[in-house]
């Protein structure tokens, strides 16, 4: 028999997934692979940001968040169109700035990949190196610079996480092999941890260790 085999996704971090798509990238005004929400430039950071609620200097209308303007593949055929056909380089580079995207992606000829949908979002960098830590910091308190932010009820003192720690330092040995690397002490460690120890904390360790510990609410 034929065994045919068909790439349904490609994943990586912002940048590769840009080149891949032929976009702009995450540093653009339309830098976002999925709609088509306007970045707006910030003076005082140098950078450009995604709000919805748009500061009061800039011209760009709020954007409602359940409602954002996406991306399907015809939008993105006729964007990579309206590129292709353009013969003037001024108007061309107005263009890719006005969609985001600056050519045509050899994946289009793919039949099993389609336009946004096969390129999700990398779980490397939005969950275990983002949300995980960020949950960490809400939980231990570290989360805001100005510490009358962090007085809120799901705050765990020291004194507990220093327990935590210790409970993960000591089960070490029990833990399978099958599970992967064993626990470091998050209290003592968590500003060393990789992107596979956040894994196994939120995915594993966090909801046994911290039952009975949080706030109800």
Not at 55 to 62: A, E, G, K, L, V
């Amino acid at each position: 028999f034929i065994l045919r085999c068909h790439v349904v996704m490609w994943t990586g971090d912002m940048p590769a997934v840009s080149k891949l798509m032929c976009m702009t990238g995450h540093n653009a005004y339309l830098g976002c692979r999925y709609c088509y929400l306007k970045g707006v430039y910030s003076e005082e950071s140098r950078h450009v940001y995604f709000p919805c609620s748009m500061p009061r200097t800039s011209d760009i209308t709020d954007f409602d968040p359940k409602e954002l303007p996406k991306r399907t593949e015809d939008n993105f055929l006729n964007d990579i169109s309206k590129i292709i056909n353009e013969t003037n380089k001024k108007t061309k580079v107005s263009v890719i700035k006005e969609t985001g995207i600056n050519g045509r992606s050899i994946l289009f000829e793919l039949k099993s990949t389609k336009f946004p949908r096969s390129f999700p979002v990398d779980i490397m960098h939005l969950f275990f190196e983002n949300i995980s830590i960020n949950m960490f910091k809400h939980w231990s308190g570290t989360y805001f610079k100005d510490q009358s932010l962090n007085n809120e009820q799901y705050v765990l003192n020291s004194q507990v996480w220093k327990q935590i720690g210790q409970i993960m330092h000591e089960c070490r040995k029990q833990i399978p092999l099958e599970f992967g690397r064993s626990p470091r002490n998050i209290f003592k460690h968590h500003n060393g941890y990789k992107a596979v120890e956040w894994s196994d904390w939120i995915t594993v360790y966090s909801i046994p260790f911290l039952l009975n510990k949080l706030s109800a609410k």
